[in-house]
């Protein structure tokens, strides 16, 4: 919503046309990730925009509306692809489990940095933390039940996802930087330790194939 003073204010018209929704957004996670909430702030970021303080409420009417548009945009871009992946149609569980495996090699669809921002933002803000574990809820839902459509009981289904979910959020919490090469060495052993099955070599060369790609344009 634009707000009325703005509108009363043609210099600002100038300002605000040097910025735009986006860029005030882009600015405000790239600067979660690298430095942390306390340093998203309208001055700071209008002076790195070059663009007047006031120019903000053309966009956003509050800082607390650029927060929530900043974990909306965490909410599509980590979470749904997820829970869409785990959705996609599956013969077997190991391509199930390498559908969602796609989220962990290609960071179009799951920043790992922002998700990492975001939850060190939720130890500080309990709206926030409230956001987060609805996702992570979301996420662990999916990839239950995922599990359950391949013939998993309830409670196997619930603790593999478990175990797959966190197993992957605390490698990026972690830091933990591997080799693309070495990740892909990897994949059958993490399929049989997840699924308790053996994955096919069609399989495998599929997603190393995606990953590689992955990889290559990113």
């Not at 574990?133 to 039940?145: E, G, H, I, K």
């Not at 490698?171 to 080799?179: A, C, K, N, P, V």
């Not at 052993?189 to 060369?205: I, R």
Request: with cysteine; aromatic share 10%.
């Amino acid at each position: 919503m634009v707000s009325t003073n703005a509108q009363n204010q043609p210099a600002e018209t100038a300002a605000q046309g040097r910025s735009t929704r986006d860029d005030w957004l882009k600015l405000a996670l790239q600067t979660l990730i690298r430095d942390g909430i306390d340093r998203v702030k309208i001055q700071i970021m209008a002076k790195q925009l070059n663009v007047s303080r006031s120019s903000f409420y053309w966009f956003f009417e509050s800082p607390q509306d650029l927060y929530e548009q900043m974990l909306d945009h965490w909410l599509a871009k980590n979470t749904g692809p997820i829970i869409q992946r785990a959705l996609r149609p599956a013969q077997t569980i190991s391509e199930a489990i390498l559908n969602v495996f796609e989220c962990w090699v290609n960071e179009d669809l799951f920043d790992p940095h922002l998700d990492v921002a975001v939850r060190l933002w939720a130890r500080r803000a309990p709206t926030v933390l409230q956001v987060v574990a609805s996702a992570d809820q979301q996420r662990l839902d999916a990839l239950t039940d995922m599990f359950a459509r391949h013939n998993f009981s309830q409670e196997d289904a619930l603790v593999r996802a478990r175990v797959l979910y966190f197993t992957q959020i605390g490698q990026y919490t972690l830091d933990i930087r591997e080799d693309m090469m070495v990740r892909i060495s990897r994949t059958r052993a993490y399929l049989q330790a997840f699924s308790g099955q053996e994955p096919t070599d069609k399989e495998l060369a599929r997603f190393e194939t995606l990953a590689f790609a992955f990889a290559s344009a990113q």
